[in-house]
């Protein structure tokens, strides 16, 4: 390793493996990625973007973005949009029951034909996801709490508080859930 000149201050001899290596992996558990290659930069007049605070986006850069709508857009808005959120064809959720979306962590119940309600499927007692239904019930097996399939009510404890309520539409054949 080559000596290093005493009379000048470590920020002078620039950043070390270790302040690199340091910087990389607190950029990587913060989501970040483009502040790396800006620690490497010998160009000092050459500034980092400012952090935003938000999560790395997969969405293309807006710049990419068209300004306007292009035909085929404008011309598709008269089909059928894709559902927008978490959906469950409707012929799937009995009538007086309903069925838990485990991966968009959802409850869509039928307390009545053709009458379709979404609530959380995170317990409100202590966070766990509630496991299945019987009957008018939402059970929770964590701690044995139960919450009505009608609004999300508290029907057993230790829950306290009903599940959080989200908007179930029906469009088409399908139940669409936004919270």
């Known amino acids: 390793m080559p000596e290093r000149d005493p009379d000048l201050s470590p920020f002078e001899h620039g950043p070390t493996r270790r302040t690199v290596l340091r910087a990389a992996g607190l950029v990587a558990l913060t989501g970040g990625g483009v502040g790396v290659l800006a620690a490497c930069s010998s160009d000092a007049g050459v500034a980092a973007p400012a952090a935003t605070g938000a999560a790395p986006s997969s969405a293309a850069p807006a710049s ?76 929770c097996n964590c701690h044995g709490s139960k919450f009505s399939i009608k609004d999300g009510s508290v029907l057993n404890p230790p829950a306290s508080e009903p599940l959080a309520q989200a908007s179930a539409t029906v469009e088409g054949d399908t139940v669409v859930v936004q919270a």
């Open 64 to 139: 990419s973005a068209p300004a306007s709508p292009s035909p085929s857009a404008s011309a598709s808005s008269s089909a059928p949009a894709a559902p927008s959120g978490p959906s469950v064809a409707a012929a799937d959720v009995p009538v007086g029951s309903g069925v838990i979306l485990e991966d968009a962590k959802y409850v869509v119940t039928q307390p009545t034909k053709g009458e379709f309600k979404a609530f959380s499927s995170i317990c409100t007692h202590q966070g766990c996801p509630v496991s299945e239904i019987q009957g008018d019930a939402i059970l």
